[in-house]
């Protein structure tokens, strides 16, 4: 079975720093690019950052560009954030999920359940 | 970068009704295109990838079509379970972006 566990999550104030984990099971990690997606309170889904299956090519959302650094340890079958810089506007519920980009197929296929970030002072 | 419109932001239909959402993409995005459910506290479902193709599971009411611009997910027949989120998201090159969202409420 698929699994996909989401941490590290809590209130942190403005201009703080969190990371966030993602533990996987169930699937060979180390074969998919993998992706943080985000979801502000009571709205919409939006992209944060994806990373190769080796690490190799990283890309972001611009507006956490220089802020976030998103990670793997394939020998722990682990995905992480890090945020630095945290802003109001990061509040959200963040999403680890794979990502079927080097497949024919494309598309998050298995998500997490998410961890909460609440940046406020 | 690539905006995703969807529309309708909210529609109402009966159970049995055949619903369609529409996205539309700011540029071509060829058929790299998916479409995803999600109920409320919970986390997104994948229905649709590649603009048409099944994802395992799911039931085979969902379908989607459409390509380069344009694409629609249709519900042929509503059931309980499909009232929910709907969002359409490219993958076409980064930024991936996703639409805004349609929910689908009870009539």
């Known amino acids: 079975e698929v699994q996909l566990v989401e941490s590290g999550g809590g209130l942190v104030q403005p201009g703080g720093s969190l990371r966030l984990s993602c533990a996987v099971s169930?699937?060979?990690?180390?074969?998919?690019?993998m992706t943080w997606v985000r979801q502000a309170p009571g709205k919409g889904l939006e992209w944060v950052a994806n990373?190769?299956?080796?690490?190799?090519?990283?890309k972001y959302v611009d507006s956490v560009k220089g802020r976030f650094t998103i990670s793997r340890d394939n020998a722990k079958n682990s995905l992480y954030l890090l945020m630095n810089s945290l802003r109001a506007e990061d509040t959200a519920l963040y999403y680890c999920?794979?990502?079927?980009?080097?497949?024919?197929?494309?598309?998050?296929?298995?998500w997490g359940q998410g961890t909460l970030v609440t940046v406020s002072s | 970068d690539i905006q995703m419109t969807q529309s309708p932001s909210t529609l109402s239909a009966s159970v049995g009704d055949r619903v369609t959402i529409t996205c539309r993409a700011s540029?071509?995005?060829?058929?790299?295109l998916a479409w995803y459910q999600q109920k409320p506290g919970k986390a997104p479902k994948l229905l649709i990838y590649?603009?048409?193709s099944l994802q395992s599971g799911v039931p085979s009411r969902f379908s989607g079509s459409g390509s380069g611009t344009e694409f629609t997910l249709t519900i042929s027949s509503l059931q309980p379970d499909d009232f929910a989120t709907y969002y359409c998201?490219?993958?076409?090159?980064?930024?991936?972006?996703f639409g805004q969202g349609t929910k689908l409420e009870i009539k």
């Open positions: 169930g699937f060979d990690f180390r074969s998919y690019w």
């Open positions: 998201q490219h993958y076409n090159n980064f930024p991936y972006t």
């Open positions: 999920a794979r990502d079927r980009y080097t497949s024919n197929y494309g598309g998050f296929d298995f």
């Open positions: 990373i190769r299956e080796d690490g190799s090519e990283i």
């Open positions: 540029q071509s995005i060829g058929m790299w």
């Open positions: 590649k603009e048409s």
